[in-house]
C-alpha cells in the first residue's frame, strides 16, 4: 500500500484545482500588482478578486481582509494589534485560554513582559471551555479575548458564537484563531460576532506561507513589518499573488464541498475511534462530539509517542503525537497537559487528521497497525510490565 497521509492538520496536500489557478501568475502574469502597467494590473485584479472571495466565504466585507504569510503572522498582528488599542486606554488585560496555539501563547507572554496581565481559562477534560468562563474573566481593563475555534491538537470545536455574543455586549475585541476550522466548518464572523480571526491556507489544501487575518472595520491594525503601502499601509512587501490566488480557490474549493466531505470524514473519523477505543487502557481526548471532522487523538497508557510513530511510519503511515510544532522536544504537550493528562500519559498520544482524500480501507488498516504496534511496544516496556502484574497502578481504566 501507498503511504496513507494522516497528518492534515499539520499541513495538507494542495489542491490540483489551486496549483492550476496559481500557475498563470508564476507564468504570463508574473506583474507586481503595484505596478500601473498592464502586467501589473492583471495581477492587481487577481489580487482584489481573491481577497473578495475569501471574504465572502467568511462573511465580511473584501476591506476587512489582509494578507499575511500564515497563521502565525496573524496571531501575532491580531493580539499585538489589540494589545496596542488597549494600552492606549489604559487596559491590559488579556483572557485567553491554556491550549492555544504557540503562535498566540507566546504572543502573549511576551506582552507580559511588556506589563499585561494574562488570564488563561482553565479547558475541561472534555477539551472545552464555556461562555460563562469568558464572561467571568472579562474585567473592566480587559482589551483582547482570544480563544481558538479548533484545537489543533484534539479538534475540540469552541462555543465562538456565544463567546462572540459576550465579547460584543462587553466591548472588548474578541480574536479567534481558525486556522483548524476555516474551510472545514462553517465560519461566519457576522453570526459569530469575531472581530479579528486568523486562516491559514496550507491547512485547507492551499499553499504554505499564506494566509489572512480578518478585521472588522473600525479596529485599527498595528503593522510588524515596515515598508510599502501594501494591505492599506498595513502589512508591508510584494503580496505573493500566486499563494493568494491559490488559497481563494482552495477556500472555494473547500467550503462548496464542505456537506459532502464533512459526511465522509465524520464516517471515517468514527470508524477510527469506535476502532482504537477498543485498545484496553485507552482514552480518547477531546470531546467526541464536538469535534472536527478530521481529528483523532488518543492517549495509549505505557506507550512512547515517538516510538509509536517511527513504527507506523515503517507500516507506511504518517502520524503525529500532537502538534508539528512541538515535535522534537521532550516536553509533553501543552494541549493535553491543559485536559489534566498527566505527564506519563500525555507522551502516549497519537494524533491522526483526516483528509477527504482517505478512504475506509486506508483507515481499516490503520486501525489494526495502531493495535498491533501499541501491543508490540506494551510487550517490551517495563512500565507495562509493572501495570499488568500489579506493582503499579493503571491510569487509565
Ligand atoms: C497551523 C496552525 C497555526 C500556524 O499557521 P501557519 O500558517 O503554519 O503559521 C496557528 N494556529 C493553529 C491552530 C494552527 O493549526
Request: one cysteine or more.
Given at each position: 500500500?501507498?503511504?496513507?497521509?494522516?497528518?492534515?492538520?499539520?499541513?495538507?496536500?494542495?489542491?490540483?484545482?489551486?496549483?492550476?489557478?496559481?500557475?498563470?501568475?508564476?507564468?504570463?502574469?508574473?506583474?507586481?500588482?503595484?505596478?500601473?502597467?498592464?502586467?501589473?494590473?492583471?495581477?492587481?485584479?487577481?489580487?482584489t478578486e481573491s481577497?473578495?472571495?475569501?471574504?465572502?466565504?467568511?462573511?465580511?466585507?473584501?476591506?476587512?481582509?489582509?494578507?499575511?504569510?500564515?497563521?502565525?503572522?496573524?496571531?501575532?498582528?491580531?493580539?499585538?494589534?489589540?494589545?496596542?488599542?488597549?494600552?492606549?486606554?489604559?487596559?491590559?488585560?488579556?483572557?485567553?485560554?491554556?491550549?492555544?496555539?504557540?503562535?498566540?501563547?507566546?504572543?502573549?507572554?511576551?506582552?507580559?513582559?511588556?506589563?499585561?496581565e494574562i488570564t488563561?481559562?482553565?479547558?475541561?477534560?472534555?477539551?472545552?471551555?464555556?461562555?460563562?468562563?469568558?464572561?467571568?474573566?472579562?474585567?473592566?481593563?480587559?482589551?483582547?479575548?482570544?480563544?481558538?475555534?479548533?484545537?489543533?491538537?484534539?479538534?475540540?470545536?469552541?462555543?465562538?458564537?456565544?463567546?462572540?455574543?459576550?465579547?460584543?455586549?462587553?466591548?472588548?475585541?474578541?480574536?479567534?484563531?481558525?486556522?483548524?476550522?476555516?474551510?472545514?466548518?462553517?465560519?461566519?464572523?457576522?453570526?459569530?460576532?469575531?472581530?479579528?480571526?486568523?486562516?491559514?491556507?496550507?491547512?485547507?489544501?492551499?499553499?504554505?506561507?499564506?494566509?489572512?487575518?480578518?478585521?472588522?472595520?473600525?479596529?485599527?491594525?498595528?503593522?510588524?513589518?515596515?515598508?510599502?503601502?501594501?494591505?492599506?499601509?498595513?502589512?508591508?512587501?510584494?503580496?505573493?499573488?500566486?499563494?493568494?490566488?491559490?488559497?481563494?480557490?482552495?477556500?472555494?474549493?473547500?467550503?462548496?464541498?464542505?456537506?459532502?466531505?464533512?459526511?465522509?470524514?465524520?464516517?471515517?473519523?468514527?470508524?477510527?475511534?469506535?476502532?482504537?477505543?477498543?485498545?484496553?487502557?485507552?482514552?480518547?481526548?477531546?470531546?467526541?462530539?464536538?469535534?472536527?471532522?478530521?481529528?483523532?487523538?488518543?492517549?495509549?497508557?505505557?506507550?512512547?509517542?515517538?516510538?509509536?510513530?517511527?513504527?507506523?511510519?515503517?507500516?507506511?503511515?504518517?502520524?503525529?503525537?500532537?502538534?508539528?510544532?512541538?515535535?522534537?522536544?521532550?516536553?509533553?504537550?501543552?494541549?493535553?497537559?491543559?485536559?489534566?493528562?498527566?505527564?506519563?500519559?500525555?507522551?502516549?498520544?497519537?494524533?491522526?487528521?483526516?483528509?477527504?482524500?482517505?478512504?475506509e480501507e486506508e483507515?481499516?488498516?490503520?486501525?489494526?497497525?495502531?493495535?498491533?504496534?501499541?501491543?508490540?511496544?506494551?510487550?517490551?516496556?517495563?512500565?507495562?510490565?509493572?501495570?499488568?502484574?500489579?506493582?503499579?497502578?493503571?491510569?487509565?481504566?
Amino acid at each position: 500500500m501507498a503511504q496513507i497521509y494522516l497528518d492534515n492538520a499539520a499541513t495538507t496536500k494542495m489542491s490540483k484545482t489551486a496549483i492550476k489557478a496559481m500557475l498563470p501568475y508564476m507564468d504570463e502574469i508574473y506583474g507586481n500588482p503595484s505596478s500601473l502597467h498592464s502586467v501589473g494590473q492583471k495581477a492587481a485584479e487577481a489580487l482584489t478578486e481573491s481577497r473578495r472571495r475569501i471574504a465572502k466565504r467568511l462573511g465580511c466585507d473584501e476591506k476587512e481582509i489582509l494578507f499575511t504569510s500564515g497563521g502565525s503572522e496573524s496571531d501575532n498582528q491580531a493580539i499585538l494589534s489589540a494589545a496596542t488599542i488597549g494600552e492606549r486606554k489604559g487596559k491590559k488585560h488579556i483572557v485567553s485560554t491554556a491550549f492555544e496555539h504557540h503562535a498566540v501563547l507566546h504572543t502573549l507572554q511576551k506582552l507580559k513582559k511588556h506589563g499585561f496581565e494574562i488570564t488563561l481559562l482553565p479547558v475541561s477534560e472534555d477539551g472545552l471551555i464555556t461562555e460563562q468562563q469568558v464572561e467571568n474573566a472579562i474585567r473592566p481593563d480587559t482589551c483582547l479575548v482570544s480563544v481558538m475555534y479548533a484545537n489543533n491538537e484534539i479538534g475540540t470545536i469552541q462555543p465562538i458564537e456565544k463567546i462572540g455574543e459576550i465579547c460584543r455586549k462587553k466591548g472588548v475585541i474578541f480574536h479567534t484563531d481558525a486556522v483548524q476550522a476555516v474551510g472545514h466548518v462553517r465560519v461566519d464572523v457576522q453570526r459569530e460576532h469575531i472581530d479579528m480571526l486568523s486562516l491559514s491556507a496550507h491547512k485547507f489544501h492551499g499553499s504554505k506561507g499564506i494566509g489572512a487575518l480578518y478585521v472588522r472595520k473600525g479596529i485599527p491594525l498595528t503593522s510588524l513589518i515596515e515598508g510599502g503601502a501594501q494591505e492599506r499601509g498595513k502589512r508591508a512587501g510584494t503580496e505573493n499573488i500566486p499563494a493568494i490566488v491559490g488559497m481563494a480557490v482552495a477556500l472555494d474549493e473547500a467550503c462548496e464541498n464542505m456537506e459532502k466531505n464533512t459526511k465522509k470524514l465524520t464516517k471515517l473519523r468514527n470508524m477510527l475511534i469506535d476502532g482504537l477505543s477498543t485498545i484496553p487502557h485507552s482514552v480518547l481526548n477531546g470531546d467526541c462530539e464536538k469535534r472536527l471532522p478530521t481529528n483523532v487523538s488518543f492517549c495509549f497508557e505505557g506507550i512512547e509517542g515517538e516510538s509509536l510513530l517511527l513504527l507506523l511510519d515503517d507500516k507506511g503511515i504518517c502520524a503525529s503525537s500532537g502538534s508539528a510544532c512541538t515535535s522534537g522536544s521532550l516536553d509533553p504537550s501543552h494541549v493535553l497537559l491543559a485536559i489534566g493528562r498527566v505527564h506519563d500519559i500525555a507522551h502516549g498520544s497519537l494524533r491522526l487528521t483526516l483528509s477527504e482524500e482517505n478512504t475506509e480501507e486506508e483507515i481499516k488498516y490503520t486501525v489494526s497497525a495502531v493495535k498491533e504496534v501499541v501491543a508490540y511496544l506494551r510487550g517490551m516496556s517495563p512500565i507495562w510490565r509493572d501495570l499488568v502484574n500489579g506493582k503499579k497502578e493503571f491510569i487509565i481504566k
